[in-house]
C-alpha cells in the first residue's frame, strides 16, 4: 500500500496539478471511480483484517505475563496500519473524494474547491504513505527478531539438498520449486 500511496504524493497528484482545473478534476474523479475495484479494495481491506488478526493472535499466543519484542513490534505494526492507513482513508480522503464527486469541474466555484482537496487530500496521503510503510517495516522487524532470532531457515516445503548435504547455502528463496 506504501507505494501506492508513495506514486500520489511523488507524481501522480503533481500531474494532476499541472494540468487545466478541469481536466484535473474530472481526472481524479474518474481516478476515485476506478479505484474501488476487487484488485485494490482486497489488498486495501485485505491487509486490515490481516494487521487484526496478527494482533488479536500475537496477544493470544504470548504466553501469560510476557510479551516478546516480537509480539510488540507486530501489534505495533498492526495499529500502524489500521489507524494510520485504514482509519485515515475511512475518516478523511473517502470523505473528501465524496466530495469531489459533486463538484462540477467547469463551475467558477470549482477552482477554490480543487485547491482545497488537493491540500486537505494531500495532507491525509502523506500520513497514509508514512503509515503504511513504517507498518510493513515494524512488520518485518517482528519476523526478523521472533523465536528464530538469526536462525532464518526456510519453511520446509522449500528444504533443498545441495550434495546430499541436507542444508544449502542458496538463499532459501531461491530453493522455492
Known sequence: ??????????????????????SAILAMQWINVTVLNRGFLGIFV????????????TVLQAPAGTVSLSAYLSIAGACCYLAGTFFVTARFNVPLN????????????????????????????????????????????????????GKLEPPAYAQLSWQGSGKTNIPWIMSLR
Not at 485485505?46 to 493472535?57: D, F, K, Q, R
Open 98 to 149: 465524496k466530495t469531489l464527486e459533486c463538484v462540477d469541474p467547469g463551475a467558477e466555484s470549482s477552482r477554490q474547491q480543487w485547491q482545497s482537496y488537493m491540500r486537505e487530500w494531500l495532507r491525509w496521503n502523506h500520513v497514509r504513505t508514512v503509515t503504511s510503510l513504517l507498518a510493513a517495516m515494524l512488520m518485518i522487524c517482528s519476523l526478523l527478531t521472533g523465536e528464530n532470532q
Open 46 to 57: 485485505g491487509t486490515a483484517v490481516l494487521c487484526s488478526w496478527s494482533a488479536v493472535a
Open 1 to 22: 500500500m506504501a507505494g501506492v500511496f508513495f506514486a500520489f504524493s511523488n507524481f501522480v497528484m503533481k500531474a494532476l496539478e499541472a494540468l487545466p482545473q478541469r
